[in-house]
């Protein structure tokens, strides 16, 4: 699902961002990865999102070598996975209901199929009745599961989160990962989340990639306090 | 891709020149405001061409044969002249005729005073009609050159005039039009500019969600197109209306003098269809030029 071969990756002004880096998370996975700030996170999404290619090392995402993708493969690419932001990025000037219709509307679906997808994921992620509001009547986690729904719209197999607990109340960024977790568990769907709310990991544990520096400096399951206290 | 897809980018094009309505307003005016200076310009040109041509046609070269030149000559520079290209319709003036012009218009009739002159004391000419003034100097030149010819007249200052009044226009008219094609790209482009940096959210959400750059592109080239367009429609009214004006008084103000050369103005109807045709393409190439440019920077990530 995601492979990455001795990975490194500089930017423009030298700094480098990512040294060495092998990593590999198989389908139907969900893998936090965590680091201290300017540890590499955003930079390896990057990658992983094709915003920029390799330095040296082979990128892998869904059967796609990313090093040799022609930019006019990037839009079919961009398809088969589904992105989600610590700011959300919703259009302030669209409804809910239109924010995750957006997603399909740009990529030449019918109207048929909007109709029917968009209620459906909305109904998923408990947002039936805020089809109607804008993104700015709503509390952060409410935008972040619109957000959400945006990248779940096309059933992407794989779902890239940066951060996305980030700018939400604590109380609420454990709901999201719960939604996360229960997307991976029933549609299989392979999850990758960076946080650096260690509490957060410690709670619902599994497989964790600390990056460090450009490095992978840890990467193994750990036992969730959730679990603990049961 | 799908109608209704096709739709929607074209509903989302006229929504950012509704959304941006100020600067609409503003490019469409200006871009009217350009074609109207080009419009001016083509207008001319093309009646001063008209000119060109009509005063062409009134245009002759006198060519005045060697006295004494046999009938056998002269049916041989008939032919020979015939041959000439540039050359319309060729008039044979025989010195007969010739003398008996001088009778008539000097001498009131009475052939008496030039008794005891030779027959051919008039040369014989030829009046020959040219097809295109720009050649009249080269066609003097060039008969001159034949067989008997004594010399031949050729009003090339009056052509040369207009013929250089003409390339000026046309020069001038040149560049007239390049400059006011980049004022214009540079209008558009601001203009399509100002929508994209107002969806730069939306358009770095739709290259996320795997929108291609063609999706991306249609709304601005649909905006840059209905600005063209609109322009171009604008520009032609006015221009028709104006147009129709000048000539009403124009036709008012002009002594008979000027008549013969006023009649030579086009009428609207038969400049209607080329001014259209080239606003037309000025406003929907600009358009598209310019919505690419605007684009630049963009499609990126
Ligand atoms: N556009 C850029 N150009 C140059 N250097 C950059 C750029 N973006 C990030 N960097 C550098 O690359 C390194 C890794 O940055 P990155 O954004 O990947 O860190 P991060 O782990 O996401 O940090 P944070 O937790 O603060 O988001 C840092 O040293 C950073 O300064
Ligand atoms: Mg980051």
Redesign the interface.
């Known amino acids: 699902m995601i492979d990455l071969i001795d990975v490194s990756f500089q930017y423009g002004n030298g700094t480098e961002a990512l040294h060495n880096v092998n990593l590999r998370v198989n389908q139907g996975e969900f893998a936090f990865v965590v680091g201290s700030s300017g540890a590499g996170k955003s930079s390896l999404l990057k990658l992983l999102l094709r915003e920029t290619v390799a330095t040296s090392g082979q990128v892998i995402v869904n059967g796609f070598n990313l090093n040799k993708l022609k930019n006019r493969q990037i839009p079919k690419f961009r398809r088969s996975l589904g992105v989600v932001f610590q700011d959300f990025r919703l259009i302030p000037d669209m409804t809910v209901y239109e924010n995750v219709a957006f997603a399909m509307r740009v990529t030449d679906q019918s109207n048929k199929a909007i109709r029917k997808n968009v209620p459906e994921v909305l109904e998923m992620m408990n947002l039936s009745d805020k089809a109607k509001q804008h993104p700015y009547e709503l509390s952060g986690g409410e935008q972040q599961r619109v957000s959400l729904a945006r990248a779940l719209i096309n059933h992407p197999p794989l779902i890239i989160a940066d951060e996305p607990t980030g700018n939400i109340d604590p109380e609420f960024s454990y709901e999201i990962v719960e939604m996360l977790e229960q997307i991976n568990k029933q549609a299989g769907t392979t999850i990758l989340m960076v946080t650096h709310e260690h509490e957060m990991v410690k709670f619902f544990g599994g497989r964790t990639i600390n990056i460090e520096e450009g490095r992978v400096v840890f990467d193994d399951y750990i036992i969730g306090g959730a679990n603990e206290s049961e | 891709?799908?109608a209704?897809?096709m739709r929607?980018l074209m509903g989302n094009g006229f929504k950012n020149l509704w959304h941006n309505r100020l600067m609409t307003i503003a490019s469409v005016g200006t871009l009217v405001a350009c074609l109207l200076i080009v419009g001016v310009a083509v207008l001319f040109s093309l009646n001063v061409d008209s000119m060109v041509e009509y005063v062409g046609e009134q245009n002759e070269l006198v060519v005045f044969m060697d006295v004494g030149t046999s009938d056998e000559q002269l049916a041989q520079m008939e032919s020979q002249l015939g041959h000439v290209e540039g050359l319309g319709e060729i008039d044979f003036v025989s010195s007969d005729e010739a003398m008996q012009t001088i009778v008539d218009r000097y001498l009131d009739g009475d052939a008496g005073l030039l008794e005891g002159m030779d027959d051919d004391f008039m040369p014989a000419s030829f009046r020959c009609q040219i097809t295109d003034p720009e050649n009249a100097a080269a066609l003097k030149a060039q008969i001159e050159e034949l067989d008997n010819v004594d010399n031949v007249q050729a009003p090339t200052e009056i052509t040369d005039t207009l013929v250089q009044l003409r390339h000026m226009i046309n020069i001038f008219g040149g560049a007239i039009i390049v400059a006011l094609t980049i004022v214009s790209l540079v209008i558009i482009t601001n203009t399509i500019r100002a929508s994209v940096f107002t969806r730069r959210?939306?358009i770095?959400?739709?290259?996320?969600?795997?929108?291609?750059?063609t999706?991306?592109r249609i709304p601005f080239v649909v905006e840059g197109i209905v600005l063209g367009l609109l322009s171009a429609g604008i520009a032609f009214l006015l221009v028709w209306g104006g147009y129709n004006i000048f000539l009403d008084v124009i036709r008012e103000e002009s002594t008979s003098l000027m008549a013969n050369v006023i009649n030579q103005v086009m009428p609207f109807s038969q400049l209607a269809a080329p001014v259209l045709g080239c606003f037309l393409i000025a406003g929907i190439s600009v358009g598209c030029i310019g919505s690419v440019f605007s684009m630049r920077g963009y499609l990126k990530?």
Do not use: D, Q
């Open positions: 891709m799908r209704s897809s929607y959210k939306e770095s959400i739709m290259k996320y969600v795997g929108a291609t750059n999706f991306i990530v």
